[in-house]
């Protein structure tokens, strides 16, 4: 599926409660020893009673009994300590947690693909967004999809579980707004929608399954700020497990400054599927050049009809940016690395030429080599050669001088989308607060 698009790509982590003053009151007992300290009769407690006189000893004595009988009085008033008073009742324990800001509140990403099932939670901050957790897991829930044209019940299993692990991270974070998706896989079984149903009833995720567009969409709205902005165009792509996206994009200086889709198409073809065909195994020069052909003859309508908008552009006015397991692979490979890095990966610039030395290297590997590399592993092994040449027909049809390396994709644009919608509904509500009308009379008339 294919459609010519003039849509745009919008783009772009607590408060502590007050306590109250501890104001303490002095006891009665102490109220009374304070006052008495300082009492003007204070210096005669030297003297006798007889010193003083008949008269002067009954004012003395009727002071004394008015005394006692105003202790009387205030022992009266004061609490009984022997019986257990009332507690006065504290505020509720929500009460007095600050209310969150809009900047505190999580968002999750779900994206649940041919290959991979991957979670992200972030929120949000002055730069786009801070991750507070992730989780990712290959789960191969399109095995056999291209034979069989449905979902196997132990791909499905698989898949079950890592959703199941997703939704308890979910639950447990307190996510506030997520969008979880399903992608080729889903979309093309013929019992995807059972599928679906099915994860709703033991994880309670409704996974949405979006069309190719919104795939393209998201797929571009994730990885722009990774365009070159001193370009003019670039041809963003995304080589998934059941499908591949690629999206044209102009950075023409339009109003707003993000890049615009000008078209876009998703191949039939993805890792998976093209390795279930070809084999992913033992894949020797001819094997490997018949999965270049396969693709070259897919993208072969969409380069006609590009034909007008590359017709004139120099290599160097236009670049490749890749987001996908494949191209990610091939960035820790040719940097040597001894275990993949993202902060090494994510934004690397290559060239098509490194990128066919790596692909070289790759196919002189048998397969247990290839599985036993840091940056390829196991789970990888039998489909990363099936990626390359996919990356390949890409290279031949657009030849540009370089090629950027995106270690985001999906998620990051449904949680861009996400954050930036909920920015618009906020305003929009100021402004309706701002032109709501005044009480009658309040228009300073008389």
């Known amino acids: 599926m294919n459609g010519p698009g003039g849509a745009h790509a919008a783009i772009e982590g607590l408060p502590q409660a007050?306590?109250?003053?501890?104001?303490?009151?002095?006891?009665?007992?102490?109220?009374?020893?304070?006052?008495?300290?300082?009492?003007?009769?204070?210096?005669?407690?030297?003297?006798?009673a007889a010193s003083l006189g008949p008269g002067k000893s009954r004012r003395r004595g009727r002071r004394g009994r008015g005394r006692r009988k105003e202790d009387a009085r205030k022992d009266a008033a004061a609490p009984d300590k022997s019986v257990e008073q009332p507690r006065p009742k504290s505020a509720p324990r929500n009460s007095r947690r600050p209310a969150k800001s809009a900047q505190d509140h999580l968002y999750a990403a779900l994206d649940l693909g041919t290959n991979n099932c991957r979670l992200l939670i972030a929120r949000r901050s002055p730069e786009g967004f801070k991750v507070v957790d992730a989780y990712s897991r290959i789960v191969r829930l399109g095995e056999g999809l291209a034979h069989t044209g449905a979902l196997g019940d132990a791909a499905m299993d698989r898949a079950i579980d890592a959703l199941r692990i997703c939704a308890e991270k979910m639950a447990r974070r307190g996510v506030a707004r997520s969008r979880t998706i399903a992608t080729a896989a889903c979309r093309t079984a013929e019992?995807?929608?059972?599928?679906?149903?099915?994860?709703?009833?033991?994880?309670?995720?409704?996974?949405?399954?979006?069309?190719?567009?919104?795939?393209?969409?998201?797929?571009?709205?994730?990885?722009?700020?990774?365009?070159?902005?001193?370009?003019?165009?670039?041809?963003?792509?995304?080589?998934?497990?059941?499908?591949?996206?690629?999206?044209?994009?102009?950075?023409?200086?339009?109003?707003?400054?993000?890049?615009?889709?000008?078209?876009?198409?998703?191949?039939?073809?993805?890792?998976?599927?093209?390795?279930?065909?070809?084999?992913?195994?033992?894949?020797?020069?001819?094997?490997?050049?018949?999965?270049?052909?396969?693709?070259?003859?897919?993208?072969?309508?969409?380069?006609?009809?590009?034909?007008?908008?590359?017709?004139?552009?120099?290599?160097?006015?236009?670049?490749?940016?890749?987001?996908?397991?494949?191209?990610?692979?091939?960035?820790?490979?040719?940097?040597?690395?001894?275990?993949?890095?993202?902060?090494?990966?994510?934004?690397?610039?290559?060239?098509?030429?490194e990128v066919r030395n790596v692909t070289q290297s790759l196919l002189e590997m048998d397969y247990e080599s290839r599985a036993a590399h840091p940056c390829v592993g196991q789970e990888r092994a039998d489909l990363v050669l099936a990626g390359c040449a996919i990356f390949e027909a890409i290279a031949r049809a657009w030849p540009a001088d370089r090629l950027r390396v995106a270690d985001r994709g999906l998620r990051e644009g449904i949680l861009l989308s996400l954050m930036e919608a909920d920015v618009r509904k906020r305003k929009r509500r100021r402004r309706k607060r701002r032109r709501k009308p005044g009480p009658a009379g309040d228009n300073g008339t008389v």
Not at 229 to 255: H, P, Q, Y
Not at 295 to 303: C, E
Not at 315 to 337: E, K, N, Q, W, Y
């Open 191 to 353: 019992n995807g929608s059972d599928f679906i149903e099915r994860v709703k009833r033991e994880t309670s995720l409704s996974l949405e399954i979006v069309s190719t567009e919104d795939e393209a969409r998201l797929a571009v709205a994730g990885c722009s700020p990774l365009l070159d902005k001193n370009c003019t165009s670039a041809l963003v792509f995304d080589i998934g497990g059941g499908s591949t996206e690629l999206i044209w994009v102009r950075m023409d200086g339009r109003a707003g400054g993000g890049p615009a889709i000008a078209d876009w198409i998703s191949l039939p073809c993805g890792v998976v599927t093209l390795a279930e065909r070809h084999g992913g195994v033992e894949v020797p020069e001819d094997v490997y050049a018949r999965m270049v052909g396969e693709v070259s003859s897919q993208l072969a309508p969409f380069l006609e009809r590009m034909k007008l908008d590359v017709s004139g552009i120099a290599p160097a006015d236009f670049h490749l940016l890749g987001t996908s397991g494949t191209v990610t692979t091939i960035a820790g490979v040719h940097l040597g690395l001894a275990r993949y890095d993202r902060t090494r990966v994510d934004g690397i610039w290559i060239s098509p030429e």
């Open 18 to 48: 007050s306590s109250a003053p501890n104001h303490s009151t002095a006891s009665p007992k102490e109220a009374d020893d304070e006052g008495s300290r300082g009492s003007p009769d204070g210096g005669s407690r030297g003297k006798s």
